[in-house]
């Protein structure tokens, strides 16, 4: 029989989109596919439980002001249904009752059937739309499941990612009882029925599609961050750099260096010529942290990609500074390329600066970022 859509997608609200949200277990069932997932949006199809609903979007609002003043969300749009099914059946495909000779290959088609779900959503279709489907997704990489050890004088049981047993708890003294539960996050699960590699190109995938989302956790380890068609898109904008900027504050400056300079490195390398949107990022970080509105951190590193990235961004602004006259006193320009400078004129800034005059086959792009 058929699944119903609207069976699925309460399924779906209730136990994956909401706690994604609001925080709480998370709690997958079986595996939706890419035809379901695909229809869960038709007829601007709401969630039944007002009361829930009206929480989930009070909570998205509260997400959304953290970086633009916005005062309301809509409802679930098609490509948000579809991308919460596409990451339910991820979740699904490490579920660890597949580690099993028989149903590793279910898993595997799970996994696979999920990534292809993805690749039909397409990407935001402007600014507000990356906006609204990181509402939903912020959180979606920091999933865990856990682990419970429970230990007793005659021997151990372990329970991946379910309650152990009352029973097994009971008189904690006399049987010398002791409880371990430790989180696993989605990219460090053991056992897993399907290839670690190939779950970590399914969630990249996932990610391609909410893309503020991708670079708001770029300091992950797996999957990498790289630059996307969807990431540049957002960045390329005005508005969507400032998102991205601020998506970007709360994180470790460094590790953020390190992620869009080993990122931007590798779109400049492959002689990307869409890179600008990148470096017009990394410019305004430069730019913010010389202005005392962030800090980005020590100018120079000894990291090679937290360099190049500084580097690149230091050098870019201080073309901004250099040409913008009508912005600064001369005493704060002075100022500004007095910090600017020892990153802008270092070793890695000098190999962006070929890196991206080769990419363009010209000289370095006009200064594209702004004051902030």
Do not use: K, Y
């Amino acid at each position: 029989m058929a699944a119903d859509p609207g069976v699925t997608a309460e399924r779906l609200f209730e136990g994956v989109m909401a706690p994604l949200v609001l925080g709480g277990a998370v709690r997958p069932g079986h595996a939706i596919g890419a035809r379901v997932a695909l229809a869960l949006g038709e007829g601007d199809r709401t969630p039944a439980d007002p009361g829930l609903f009206a929480r989930v979007q009070m909570a998205r609002v509260r997400r959304a002001r953290r970086l633009a003043p916005v005062d309301e969300v809509g409802s679930p749009t098609g490509a948000e249904w579809a991308l919460a099914a596409a990451l339910h059946d991820v979740l699904q495909a490490a579920n660890p009752t597949f580690d099993a000779a028989l149903r590793r290959r279910a898993a595997a088609r799970i996994l696979d059937v999920a990534a292809a779900t993805s690749d039909r959503v397409a990407p935001p279709a402007n600014v507000r739309d990356a906006l609204s489907r990181h509402t939903w997704f912020a959180r979606a990489l920091e999933i865990a499941r856990t682990d419970t050890v429970v230990s007793w004088w005659l021997g151990s049981r372990t329970f991946l990612g379910v309650e152990p047993p009352s029973r097994l708890r009971a008189w904690p003294e006399l049987r010398r009882v002791n409880v371990v539960a430790t989180p696993h996050p989605l990219m460090e699960l053991a056992p897993l029925a399907v290839d670690r590699a190939r779950l970590a190109d399914a969630v990249a995938r996932w990610l391609r599609r909410t893309p503020l989302t991708d670079l708001a956790t770029c300091t992950r380890p797996t999957p990498a961050f790289g630059w996307t068609e969807a990431t540049l898109a957002l960045v390329a904008t005005r508005a969507g750099r400032t998102l991205a900027t601020r998506a970007l504050a709360p994180l470790p400056a460094t590790e953020v260096d390190a992620a869009l300079g080993r990122a931007t490195r590798d779109l400049l390398v492959a002689r990307r010529a869409d890179g600008a949107p990148a470096v017009a990022l990394l410019a305004e970080r430069a730019l913010a942290e010389a202005q005392g509105h962030v800090a980005v951190g020590t100018p120079v590193s000894t990291r090679p990609e937290v360099a190049f990235a500084r580097g690149l961004g230091a050098a870019q602004a201080s073309r901004t500074v250099d040409a913008r006259r009508d912005v600064w006193t001369d005493e704060e320009r002075r100022r500004l390329l007095e910090r600017l400078t020892p990153a802008a004129q270092s070793a890695a800034a000098r190999e962006a600066a070929l890196l991206l005059e080769a990419a363009t086959n010209a000289p370095a792009p006009a200064p594209t970022a702004e004051p902030t």
